[in-house]
């Protein structure tokens, strides 16, 4: 099974973000900067991220993105069916009832054995991705990955998130 390269970018931002301060943002240049990609295309799988609720768009000159919601509740499923959509991998045409040798409806009343194994194979993909939390993730990097590479990766952070105003201090 081969999943888009807006997978991969979904799944790094979402990590990034998950390592921002409170109600702080990045914006999606920034993340498009620290992952050499082109800012429109990655705004594309951001905003299907927010429309999935994994993400949250804040407007504005200190705007850009943040984590919709704990990242202990974010889990790779969710993140793989916002950029790729909720159909199955495999889609069975039935041609086995094509061709010159073309039977009755009625010769094929079983299930399709392809069909049912491939189904049978998505749902466990399925299920490893629902398993995989965001925030498991991000503390095995943190704690398993080079240190230079975290250190370079919470720097980034660290320079882009935008702090937000609390309620408290935003003026009506």
Same mark, same amino acid.
């Given at each position: 099974?081969?999943?888009?390269?807006?997978?991969?970018?979904?799944?790094?931002?979402?990590?990034?973000?998950?390592?921002?301060?409170?109600?702080?943002?990045?914006?999606? =240049?920034?993340?498009?900067?620290?992952?050499?990609?082109?800012?429109?295309?990655?705004?594309?799988?951001?905003?299907?991220?927010?429309? =999935? &609720?994994?993400?949250?768009?804040?407007?504005?000159?200190?705007?850009?993105?943040?984590?919709?919601?704990?990242?202990?509740?974010?889990?790779?499923?969710?993140?793989?069916? =916002?950029?790729?959509?909720?159909?199955?991998?495999?889609?069975?045409?039935?041609?086995?009832?094509?061709?010159?040798? &073309?039977?009755?409806?009625?010769? @094929?009343? +079983?299930?399709?054995?392809?069909?049912?194994?491939?189904?049978?194979?998505? +749902?466990? @993909?399925?299920?490893?991705?629902?398993?995989? +939390?965001?925030?498991?993730?991000?503390?095995?990097?943190?704690?398993?990955?080079?240190?230079?590479?975290?250190?370079?990766?919470? =720097?980034?952070?660290?320079?882009?998130?935008?702090?937000?105003?609390?309620?408290?201090?935003?003026?009506?």
């Amino acid at each position: 099974m081969k999943l888009g390269e807006g997978v991969e970018a979904a799944i790094h931002c979402a990590a990034m973000l998950a390592g921002v301060d409170g109600d702080a943002t990045i914006p999606g =240049a920034a993340m498009a900067e620290a992952f050499g990609l082109s800012p429109s295309y990655l705004l594309k799988h951001l905003n299907m991220l927010s429309v =999935a &609720r994994i993400l949250e768009s804040v407007p504005g000159p200190a705007g850009g993105y943040r984590l919709a919601r704990p990242a202990e509740h974010i889990t790779l499923l969710d993140i793989v069916l =916002a950029v790729e959509g909720r159909e199955p991998a495999f889609r069975c045409g039935e041609i086995r009832r094509n061709g010159p040798a &073309r039977l009755d409806v009625s010769a @094929y009343v +079983k299930p399709c054995g392809i069909n049912a194994a491939m189904l049978k194979a998505e +749902k466990a @993909y399925r299920a490893a991705l629902a398993e995989a +939390k965001l925030s498991d993730i991000v503390s095995e990097f943190m704690t398993d990955a080079d240190p230079r590479s975290v250190a370079a990766g919470c =720097a980034f952070v660290a320079r882009h998130q935008r702090p937000q105003k609390s309620s408290s201090t935003k003026q009506a």
